[in-house]
């Protein structure tokens, strides 16, 4: 029997702002539909957050036994500046700047986003279709909304009439935005508008002779607006009803508010039964931003090489560091807040360890099925990580004291024990032991001290070629050394 005929999974639902008891459209399948990057530039640390809450549900559902399709995007045009209408493609302009055709930029760029999703244990969604792919399937969207009356064309370009939807659905809806209030905080269009309104949005944009990226149309050569790819690569793999349509909760608006506009438009109902959003990530109380410099790169993370931090981190101590917070919640990442969760994780590692050389007795102090519903307990709550991962210390807790001898565990309750940590721990948060930096009471740490050292006093004589062999020696093991204000530390990759 599948697991998830027995557990009752909640979701908080962004269109009701309610935790909603699951229930799949089609009973033991998951269509789940998350957006993607655009992939313009190295994929920053936020978006990997947002990336892997939606791994860690993807895995937990299959865990769960549920068949799950999942697709994630690549958003490869249309997306341009500053996510309005006007402006230029982000890919475009990217590929101006370094003199490369834009799918070259396209390609540099998804493939530094899977490596990045890999180094992070990321499960490969089921499929990871791209906008340029999927040119045919939009225009027809827009020959239904044209059709339907909630579309006009101007000048070679197609936009959504909003006021004119408005009159008979609600715009606003999922991002708790009256149409009223919007209007009344926006500029008057100028003569040179195309628009009827301002809040309309772009459908199809006519391209201009410059333009590079540019498909031809019943409108004439131009390209898609920047929220069709999604309603259109979604219900194309999920039907017109799916379960789950996830992203940043700085999508809300106004991208999944058009996708919710033209779904509506063009079939009469949006596709989507819950709208899941994850929460941001902050570096060092303020929110992330390349403009300010505030900004960090996972890159950067295991490298150490950022001024935030005092050393390197493994990306499973950075995964869960991620899983420590509720997908929904805001994150703070500091070098303290990662110091602690690495010490968590090694604590967390170590104790799986011991639980495999347990010795074994006849009674157990220590409730192992009731402990384990608890560990469901917390997921099917909204997929509540933190709490789970307070379940899996109060494990390691007992693991230690039946270490110490102070309690006992009995063979068939070790291997359920050893069996959900493995569950909850590798299959569904995506945890990998990785051998991570730990305190110099080992053997490692005690040789690395030394070599520490020898590299200093080699500098201290200026003898160069000694301090950069010892440096060149070790990246080559994969130990990678970092020079910081409060001396030398050194990481494992
Ligand atoms: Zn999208």
């Given at each position: 029997m599948q697991l998830y005929k027995n557990q009752t999974l909640k979701v908080h639902n962004s269109l009701s702002g309610k935790k909603e008891v699951?229930?799949?459209?089609?009973?033991?399948?998951?269509?789940?539909?998350?957006?993607?990057?655009?992939?313009y530039s190295n994929v920053h640390l936020g978006n990997c957050?947002?990336?892997?809450s939606f791994d860690m549900i993807f895995r937990y559902f299959k865990h769960l036994g549920f068949k799950v399709r999942y697709v994630?995007?690549?958003?490869?045009?249309?997306?341009?500046?500053?996510?309005?209408d006007d402006g230029e493609d982000k890919i475009a302009k990217k590929a101006k700047l370094e003199q490369i055709e834009p799918m070259e930029v396209v390609q540099r760029y998804t493939v530094d986003f899977h490596n990045t999703l890999q180094k992070f244990n990321f499960l490969p969604p089921s499929i990871e279709p791209t906008a340029t792919g999927h040119i045919i399937e939009q225009i027809e969207i827009i020959k239904e909304i044209l059709e339907k009356g909630y579309a006009y064309e101007a000048n070679g370009s197609v936009y959504f009439d909003v006021l004119k939807f408005n009159e008979s659905n609600e715009y606003g809806k999922l991002s708790g935005r009256k149409l009223e209030d919007m209007i009344a905080n926006t500029r008057e269009l100028t003569a040179q508008d195309e628009k009827r309104n301002p809040q309309d949005f772009a459908l199809w944009k006519k391209a201009e002779p410059q333009h590079i990226m540019r498909w031809p149309s019943p409108w004439g050569d131009g390209?898609?607006?920047?929220?069709?790819?999604?309603?259109?690569?979604?219900?194309?793999y999920l039907g017109e009803a799916f379960d789950i349509h996830g992203g940043g909760m700085d999508l809300k608006f106004p991208h999944h508010e058009c996708e919710i506009a033209q779904a509506e438009a063009s079939k009469g109902k949006s596709p989507v039964k819950y709208w899941l959003h994850a929460n941001m990530l902050t570096l060092n109380g303020k929110k992330m931003s390349k403009s300010t410099g505030n900004n960090i790169y996972p890159s950067e993370i295991f490298t150490g090489e950022n001024d935030i931090l005092s050393k390197a981190y493994a990306p499973s101590a950075v995964r869960f560091f991620m899983m420590q917070a509720h997908y929904t919640s805001i994150l703070d990442l500091s070098d303290d807040a990662l110091l602690a969760s690495e010490k968590g994780y090694n604590r967390l590692m170590?104790?799986?360890?011991?639980?495999?050389?347990?010795?074994?007795?006849?009674?157990?102090?220590?409730?192992?099925?009731?402990w384990r519903q608890k560990c469901y307990d917390a997921m099917n709550d909204d997929f509540n990580t933190p709490i789970l991962i307070a379940h899996l210390f109060d494990a390691v807790k007992h693991i230690n004291l039946i270490k110490e001898g102070k309690e006992s565990i009995t063979e068939e309750d070790k291997t359920l024990l050893l069996n959900t940590l493995n569950t909850f721990v590798y299959d569904v948060i995506g945890l990998e032991n990785q051998s991570t930096v730990?305190?110099?009471?080992?053997?490692?740490?005690?040789?690395?001290?030394l070599l520490i050292e020898l590299r200093n006093q080699a500098r201290a004589n200026k003898d160069f070629a000694t301090s950069d062999q010892i440096r060149d020696k070790l990246t080559a093991l994969g130990i990678q050394l970092k020079d910081g204000k409060d001396g030398t530390s050194f990481s494992i990759n």
């Open positions: 699951f229930q799949p459209i089609n009973e033991g399948h998951i269509g789940m539909y998350v957006c993607g990057p655009t992939v957050r947002t990336f892997m994630r995007n690549i958003t490869d045009a249309g997306h341009l500046e500053n996510d309005a390209f898609p607006g920047w929220h069709l790819e999604c309603t259109a690569m979604s219900t194309k170590d104790g799986m360890e011991n639980l495999k050389n347990l010795s074994t007795g006849t009674k157990s102090d220590f409730d192992i099925n009731t730990k305190d110099d009471s080992n053997a490692l740490g005690g040789v690395m001290d």
